[in-house]
């Protein structure tokens, strides 16, 4: 059974300070890898994917890798803003399609103080 | 292009009632898939739609139903419901071909 884990379940940091989010997973079959931004009570924004045939993917500053073999993916922050204060999910999608269920970790809660 | 779009935003409804949510679809988008979210949790898959069936289901009790319709656009419908029902819901539209799944903003269930 896949089971997705996020550490820490919360971070706090001052601005401009670079960060990493952690996340790892049990099985190692997954399709694609997907890292989301969730604003309090809103749904999701994602915000990186990557393929299973990929080591990482950037997008302004952030910036996601992927290792496969250890179950493991990091989300790297480049000089966070308080604007970046939200809760950060990763997911992974099992198997070997691009269809069905994703799979969730329980989130890392970021703030960024000015 | 509007995205996904979840009604309603928020319901309040008593223990042993039912409730139906809806979601519809980011244009071009033929797959809803639905997820319940507990407070300071992860979203937890409840089901998927395609063609009208349903595809794929996680691990919820049968009180949970959903329907797809022609145009695309779901139903979520929960029966006998629990306090654990208490949860955000979200609805996430893909294409089948591409399977990038996007979430609507929720509709927030308070169960008292």
């Known amino acids: 059974k896949q089971e997705v884990t996020q550490i820490p379940a919360a971070l706090s940091v001052p601005e401009g300070e670079n960060l990493v989010l952690n996340c790892s997973f049990t099985?190692?079959?997954?399709?694609?890898l997907q890292w989301f931004r969730q604003d309090p009570g809103k749904g999701l924004t994602s915000l990186l994917l990557i393929q299973s045939s990929q080591r990482e993917q950037t997008s302004g500053r952030l910036n996601a890798s992927l290792d496969k073999s250890s179950g493991r993916s990091t989300l790297y922050i480049a000089a966070s803003q308080p604007g970046d204060s939200a809760t950060y999910l990763c997911?992974?999608?099992?198997?070997?399609?691009?269809?069905?269920?994703?799979?969730f970790g329980q989130g890392t809660t970021l703030q960024v103080k000015p | 292009d509007a995205g996904v779009t979840q009604s309603p935003t928020h319901l309040i409804k008593t223990r042993g009632q039912q409730v139906t949510l809806r979601c519809s679809p980011k244009?071009?988008?033929?797959?809803v898939s639905w997820y319940q979210q507990a407070l300071g949790q992860g979203p937890q898959f409840i089901f998927q739609?395609?063609?009208?069936?349903?595809?794929q289901r996680g691990n919820f009790p049968d009180r949970f139903s959903g329907h797809q319709f022609p145009n695309y656009s779901s139903e979520l419908n929960v029966n006998a419901l629990l306090l654990g029902d208490s949860a955000l819901y979200l609805c996430a539209s893909s294409s089948r071909q591409r399977g990038i799944q996007y979430f609507g903003a929720g509709t927030r269930l308070s169960v008292l």
């Open positions: 997911a992974v999608r099992p198997g070997s399609s691009n269809t069905g269920k994703l799979i």
């Open positions: 739609y395609y063609e009208e069936e349903e595809r």
């Open positions: 244009s071009g988008h033929d797959t």
């Open positions: 099985d190692s079959a997954i399709y694609n």
